[in-house]
């Protein structure tokens, strides 16, 4: 399970990526895929809010796969994972709308 362990790392490296995209952007980014970004009162707070989001999300994506070190294969545990990431995909949205509501227009 090492390997899976080792694939759920790149993923979250890959949201730590579009954390510091988000970071550094000039101008306001979306969170979801394929969305338009808000007009915001303050382009830079906003871009380092929702990168914070993303920051966020890569440790707790991280420490959701912790499991894979110690589990073996067809574990009746993983079911617990997956519930974890519906949980903790519902958070960021809720996070996010939190965010975009602070720095609406």
Excluded at 32 to 60: M, R
Aim: charged share 15%.
């Amino acid at each position: 399970m090492i390997i899976a362990f080792i694939i759920w790392s790149i993923i979250a490296i890959g949201f730590i990526a579009i954390g510091f995209s988000c970071y550094k952007s000039d101008v306001a980014v979306g969170f979801f895929t394929f969305t338009k970004a808000p007009e915001v009162k303050n382009i830079e707070d906003y871009n380092h809010a929702v990168g914070k989001l993303w920051f966020f999300a890569a440790l707790v994506y991280e420490l959701i796969g912790i499991p894979f070190l110690f589990l073996e294969q067809n574990s009746p545990v993983f079911i617990l994972i997956v519930f974890a990431i519906l949980l903790w995909l519902i958070s960021l949205m809720i996070f996010y709308f939190k965010i975009e509501s602070r720095y609406r227009k």
